[in-house]
């Protein structure tokens, strides 16, 4: 008898990087706009508990937050909101400080929303915060996907190196799925792919246990670095929908498709 609880649980994909500032959370957003678009139900999980921005990004000015549910204030299904875009959202908002560690209750929480939540949706994003803190990890360790964002900038690239380096002693993954954001043409995400994937064979390979399979980089988009995008987080609206047209706007959507062919 084939088992279909696989097909009706939602595929977690976690969004991260090593420097900040890169484009996570405009990526998180937009993606799931698209990716709702394509008729998937989508739930953006606002993960970086510290630092969290997402409401700002999407304009909602959230009365319950990640917080309320973490202190068993409200329920789980009173935290999520319906995003413009046509998705859900799960705030952190901005008093989560104390959350910006990994205590074993953000552990127990953390988790139990995500296994709660995915029988509901299609796709579960979390846009996790920078760099390879304990909270951050913990969070792409319960992803099934990770997606790593990166810019041309040489510090930006080593950043990813150290966080690719970390998925791949640490927590074993040998698929990395790569988005080069603020590109200034197109294939420039390909050669930075090839250099992250030179460093990666010639470093991180001989760090692995023998025989164990290498990791490989997967190249799922690029995005032009454009002045629309930052029009559209000062007037905190999705790209997808200010300037749908545009060429970032175009490339997130050619990520959802891959995503969800
Ligand atoms: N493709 C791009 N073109 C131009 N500006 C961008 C692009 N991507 C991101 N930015 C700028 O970078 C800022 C930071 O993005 P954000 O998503 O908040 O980063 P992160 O979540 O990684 O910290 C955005 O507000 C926007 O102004
Ligand atoms: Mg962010």
Same mark, same amino acid.
């Given at each position: 008898m084939s088992d279909t609880s696989e097909l009706q649980r939602a595929r977690v994909l976690a969004i991260t990087s090593g420097k900040g500032g890169v484009g996570k959370t405009f990526l998180a957003a937009n993606l799931a706009a698209a990716l709702a678009k394509r008729g998937r139900r989508v739930l953006v999980l606002d993960a970086d508990l510290g630092l969290a921005n997402l409401d700002v990004v999407l304009n909602l000015f959230p009365k319950v937050t990640l917080h309320d549910v973490f202190t068993g204030k409200v329920q789980l299904e009173d935290a999520i909101l319906h995003a413009p875009g046509g998705f859900s959202v799960l705030l952190a908002g901005s008093g989560l400080v104390e959350y910006s560690r990994l205590t074993p209750e953000v552990r127990e929480q953390l988790l139990r929303i995500i296994e709660t939540l995915a029988p509901r949706f299609d796709h579960i994003l979390l846009d996790t915060g920078a760099? &390879?803190?304990?909270v951050v990890l913990y969070a792409v360790s319960l992803a099934d996907d990770v997606l790593v964002l990166a810019t041309p900038e040489p510090t930006s690239m080593t950043d990813a190196y150290a966080t690719i380096k970390v998925l791949a002693t640490q927590q074993q993954r040998r698929v990395i799925q790569l988005v080069v954001n603020q590109v200034g043409r197109i294939g420039e995400g390909r050669t930075i792919r090839g250099q992250l994937q030179l460093v990666v064979d010639k470093f991180v390979v001989p760090m692995l246990a023998e025989g164990s399979a290498s990791p490989v980089i997967e190249l799922i988009g690029e995005v032009p670095l454009d002045p629309g995008v930052r029009e559209a987080v000062q007037q905190r609206r999705l790209l997808v929908e200010l300037q749908p047209g545009s060429?970032? =706007?175009? =490339? &997130?959507?050619?990520? =959802?498709a891959k995503i969800a062919p």
């Amino acid at each position: 008898m084939s088992d279909t609880s696989e097909l009706q649980r939602a595929r977690v994909l976690a969004i991260t990087s090593g420097k900040g500032g890169v484009g996570k959370t405009f990526l998180a957003a937009n993606l799931a706009a698209a990716l709702a678009k394509r008729g998937r139900r989508v739930l953006v999980l606002d993960a970086d508990l510290g630092l969290a921005n997402l409401d700002v990004v999407l304009n909602l000015f959230p009365k319950v937050t990640l917080h309320d549910v973490f202190t068993g204030k409200v329920q789980l299904e009173d935290a999520i909101l319906h995003a413009p875009g046509g998705f859900s959202v799960l705030l952190a908002g901005s008093g989560l400080v104390e959350y910006s560690r990994l205590t074993p209750e953000v552990r127990e929480q953390l988790l139990r929303i995500i296994e709660t939540l995915a029988p509901r949706f299609d796709h579960i994003l979390l846009d996790t915060g920078a760099g &390879i803190s304990d909270v951050v990890l913990y969070a792409v360790s319960l992803a099934d996907d990770v997606l790593v964002l990166a810019t041309p900038e040489p510090t930006s690239m080593t950043d990813a190196y150290a966080t690719i380096k970390v998925l791949a002693t640490q927590q074993q993954r040998r698929v990395i799925q790569l988005v080069v954001n603020q590109v200034g043409r197109i294939g420039e995400g390909r050669t930075i792919r090839g250099q992250l994937q030179l460093v990666v064979d010639k470093f991180v390979v001989p760090m692995l246990a023998e025989g164990s399979a290498s990791p490989v980089i997967e190249l799922i988009g690029e995005v032009p670095l454009d002045p629309g995008v930052r029009e559209a987080v000062q007037q905190r609206r999705l790209l997808v929908e200010l300037q749908p047209g545009s060429a970032p =706007a175009q =490339a &997130i959507h050619a990520i =959802a498709a891959k995503i969800a062919p």
